[in-house]
């Protein structure tokens, strides 16, 4: 017997973040929205926990008990008295190391198949509680749709959308690591104050309303300057992106991977086109949201 869960990928429509605290973390607002870009977890019994990955950027994944689906696979068993002795086969399609949260993803997918494998009987809100400890992205990975974080981000209330986004994402050569990326934030805003973070109301709005020109008015990453800091060379990716029509532009969640909202499939379409034939990035993407979160797929 085994069991597959599809899970989507993440961008962050907005994402505010307060100055650090004492514990290292930042107070954040985040907007998540799930995008039509899936990972595919399989579980299956085995004689020890282990791990294979396959797929773009496969050799990229941890395949020890660092990786979020083993260790979501461990933290499952350990509240359950359970022997984790399964097989995870992750399939990749998310951007690796890319700020769309295919690792938290990934975590995501495998809580949901061990907990299917093994008909723990857990609650949702055991599962989330699980996902929080895991990291501040595993919650959404988990719900899928949109959704505000507080907190680290893994405090989530949902958020309606009513409407479909047409997305293009540009995959860049090699990963930023997130805390990278939030020292930069911290050594580019020392000595000035940092607001605490919000969720602009015009952003929920425009998400509820399924309004693309209300959402590219709203975007916004407060990470964006630091990552591009670390990476000069995205400002070209996100400018050869609005060049060629894109509503709006912005790095996604830490980065490298940038994010262009289009008007509609055709102007994406176009977009990818510029995009691919810009230079500025090794990868283009197409995709739309909201997506599901984390789902069994039938047999």
């Not at 959704?147 to 959308?161: D, H, K, N, Q, S």
């Not at 952003?203 to 630091?226: S, W, Y």
Request: charged share 15%; with cysteine; aromatic share 4%.
């Amino acid at each position: 017997m085994s069991v597959t869960v599809r899970v989507p990928a993440k961008v962050n429509v907005r994402l505010s973040v307060g100055a650090a605290r004492p514990d290292g973390f930042h107070d954040l607002a985040n907007v998540f929205l799930a995008v039509g870009l899936y990972d595919e977890v399989t579980v299956a019994p085995a004689e020890t926990l282990r791990i294979t990955c396959s797929g773009p950027d496969a050799a990229q994944v941890p395949l020890d008990a660092t990786n979020l689906a083993a260790r979501a696979a461990t933290a499952l068993a350990e509240r359950y008295g359970i022997s984790p002795d399964v097989h995870l086969h992750i399939a990749k399609d998310i951007p690796v190391a890319g700020g769309m949260a295919g690792g938290s993803a990934d975590g995501a997918a495998a809580l949901v198949a061990c907990d299917a494998l093994w008909s723990t009987g857990a609650s949702r809100d055991e599962l989330l509680a699980i996902c929080a400890e895991l990291g501040s992205d595993v919650p959404f990975s988990l719900i899928g749709g949109a959704a505000l974080g507080v907190g680290r981000g893994e405090r989530l209330t949902p958020i309606e959308v009513g409407g479909t986004f047409h997305w293009v994402f540009a995959v860049a050569d090699g990963g930023l690591s997130t805390p990278a990326v939030y020292a930069e934030f911290d050594r580019l805003t020392e000595g000035t104050p940092v607001p605490a973070p919000t969720a602009p109301p015009a952003l929920l709005d425009a998400l509820r309303k399924g309004d693309t020109a209300g959402l590219a008015d709203a975007l916004g990453n407060d990470l964006q300057p630091a990552a591009l800091s670390l990476r000069p060379s995205l400002a070209d990716t996100l400018a050869a992106g609005t060049a060629a029509g894109a509503l709006a532009a912005l790095v996604s969640g830490s980065g490298p991977t940038t994010a262009f909202l289009a008007a509609d499939a055709e102007a994406a379409r176009k977009v990818a086109d510029a995009l691919a034939a810009s230079g500025t990035c090794r990868g283009v993407r197409t995709a739309v949201s909201p997506a599901p979160g984390a789902t069994v797929r039938e047999p």
